[in-house]
């Protein structure tokens, strides 16, 4: 019997294997994995998780990025116990450090890479995928185990770049995640008609809206080979052929089949749906999109990992020129941001300030980390009656004219220069205006008291200072360009900010 209140998602995932057992769920190429499949290979996972004696215990996923690593998701969460899904291209190293802190009872994975699994898997043990769906599994074992579970358990924990170099793993809920999809599909045109081109990495925070509105809906999604993303056309083929209506990507990935002209060239006739997110997304590429796909929604979605993934939204209804940056717009219905400034007091209008935010789609801090979630998880300065955690993001944030909020830079992209303060993200707002500019990035050079631009297109440093002029002052101007063949991107698909300040 499908239970009516959602505690936790495997509900959502009862729900659905129920209204739609035989339809495709997640197909990445080689497999097309049903609702009805997906449950039940999820619970076979549940079983001996469940017979192992684990409970709100990290189970480490290391796996390609494939439909089954849905499947060892769902099992984590049916057990009662949670995730975290680790990018198998990651180096060694960088996994070993991972495992240091989140110590996980197992690694899940799939034959093929067992060998490399057990090259940093330590103390715990390697299960392989397969071997657990030919095992002989106990459902009864799972069910006992997940009406243990309440809904502020963790669900999840996901790593992100730390600035010391050390990853930290945000802890999000059940209650966070649910809240979060519960609000996205009051929001926009997401329901059983939905289909998904999975752009982003499972291991980054904004592939919970494709897996979990799916699994919420009964979507489907479509992992998009990562070679497409290097083919514009070979990738609008792609969404073509699978009808696919719904897109959440990062900017870089939006940017490239709209500066190479393929949004003009092959149209998506059922485009429904467009949100990006992660970075400040440039204007001109978006309004190519635009001008392509005047019927479908376009959304600047804004967040941190630390919120999961998204806390405010902007739903492009008018004509923004190519100079201005797209505001990040309101807070979602079920969060609430405020702009502090350095008195900790609420900004007074038309004041930058730093954007906070609380609500139940908080992140429960950093795993294994007190003193990083203590600096970034701290008590609301605005209430002094009762515990109430805020999270800091570290950007500035103004409100316009209209009420809407604008994202102006990160604290640490702020610069001091000429004795003015400049903020670089005003700058890449202006290149990224010019016609030949593909992408761009700023990164002050302390040593040498100089703006850096680092930018591809075909373009030249005498054109771009000319073109610039036009949008900021003079000492805002861009002391050195640097032109590259490609932008170094990170695994999550934003420009590699630190491989650029390298390059100083």
């Known amino acids: 019997m499908v239970k009516t209140r959602i505690t936790s998602i495997p509900d959502y995932l009862d729900a659905s294997a129920a209204r739609f057992p035989g339809k495709v769920a997640f197909s990445d190429g080689k497999r097309n994995m049903t609702f009805s499949e997906l449950r039940n290979e999820a619970l076979k996972i549940a079983s001996v998780l469940a017979e192992k004696g684990l409970i709100r215990r990290p189970v480490a996923?290391?796996?390609?990025?494939?439909?089954?690593?849905?499947?060892?998701?769902?099992?984590?969460?049916?057990?009662?116990?949670?995730?975290?899904?680790?990018?198998?291209?990651?180096?060694?190293?960088?996994?070993?450090?991972?495992?240091?802190?989140?110590?996980?009872?197992?690694v899940l994975t799939v034959d093929s890479m067992r060998e490399k699994a057990g090259e940093f898997a330590?103390?715990?043990?390697?299960?392989?995928?397969?071997?657990?769906?030919?095992?002989?599994?106990?459902?009864?074992?799972?069910?006992?185990?997940?009406s243990k579970i309440v809904s502020t358990d963790t669900l999840y924990v996901l790593f992100t770049s730390g600035s010391t170099g050390t990853p930290k793993g945000v802890i999000i809920s059940h209650l966070a995640v649910i809240e979060y999809n519960e609000w996205l599909a009051a929001t926009f045109p997401l329901d059983e008609n939905t289909v998904f081109g999975n752009q982003t990495p499972f291991y980054f925070v904004m592939s919970g809206l494709d897996i979990f509105q799916t699994i919420r809906n009964g979507c489907?999604?479509?992992?998009?080979?990562?070679?497409?993303?290097?083919?514009?056309?070979?990738?609008?083929?792609?969404?073509?052929?699978?009808?696919?209506?719904?897109?959440?990507?990062v900017p870089s990935a939006l940017c490239l089949p709209a500066n190479l002209g393929t949004v003009d060239?092959?149209?998506?006739?059922?485009?429904?749906?467009?949100?990006?997110?992660?970075?400040?997304?440039?204007?001109?590429?978006?309004?190519?999109?635009?001008?392509?796909?005047?019927?479908?929604?376009?959304?600047?979605?804004?967040?941190?990992?630390?919120?999961?993934?998204?806390?405010?939204?902007?739903?492009?209804?008018r004509d923004i020129p190519d100079t201005d940056p797209i505001p990040i717009g309101r807070p979602c219905s079920h969060m609430d941001v405020m702009l502090l400034n350095d008195k900790d007091e609420l900004c007074a209008p038309g004041e930058i300030g730093e954007l906070c935010g609380r609500g139940p789609s908080l992140?429960?801090?950093?795993?294994?980390?007190?003193?990083?979630?203590?600096?970034?998880?701290?008590?609301?300065?605005?209430?002094?009656?009762?515990?109430?955690?805020?999270?800091?993001?570290?950007?500035?944030?103004?409100?316009d004219e209209r009420g809407d909020m604008v994202f102006v830079t990160r604290k640490d992209f702020q610069i001091k220069h000429m004795g003015h303060r400049i903020e670089l993200g005003e700058i890449e707002t202006a290149v990224s205006a010019l016609e030949k500019i593909e992408r761009a990035a700023c990164l002050y050079d302390k040593e040498h008291s100089r703006i850096v631009l680092f930018y591809t297109g075909s373009i030249t440093e005498k054109e771009i200072r000319a073109g610039v002029k036009e949008f900021v002052p003079d000492y805002m101007i861009p002391n050195v360009c640097h032109q590259l063949k490609d932008m170094p991107m990170n695994l999550n698909g934003k420009i590699d900010r630190a491989a650029l300040k390298e390059k100083l």
């Open 220 to 249: 489907t999604t479509y992992v998009i080979p990562k070679l497409a993303f290097s083919f514009p056309g070979m990738l609008m083929g792609f969404l073509q052929e699978h009808k696919v209506n719904t897109l959440y990507w």
């Open 363 to 399: 992140a429960s801090g950093y795993y294994n980390e007190p003193e990083k979630t203590a600096a970034a998880f701290v008590q609301n300065p605005l209430n002094k009656a009762w515990p109430e955690k805020i999270y800091r993001t570290g950007d500035l944030v103004r409100v």
């Open 265 to 317: 060239e092959m149209h998506l006739p059922g485009l429904r749906l467009v949100m990006y997110g992660g970075e400040v997304m440039p204007t001109r590429p978006l309004n190519i999109w635009r001008r392509a796909y005047p019927d479908t929604m376009f959304v600047n979605a804004y967040g941190p990992t630390e919120m999961t993934d998204i806390i405010t939204y902007y739903i492009i209804d």
């Open 122 to 146: 330590g103390e715990a043990e390697i299960l392989v995928y397969e071997e657990i769906l030919e095992s002989e599994t106990d459902p009864a074992l799972a069910e006992a185990a997940r």
């Open 61 to 106: 996923i290391f796996m390609d990025k494939q439909a089954e690593v849905i499947g060892g998701m769902m099992g984590a969460a049916y057990s009662g116990n949670f995730y975290t899904v680790l990018d198998n291209h990651m180096p060694v190293a960088r996994i070993r450090k991972i495992l240091d802190t989140l110590e996980p009872a197992v």
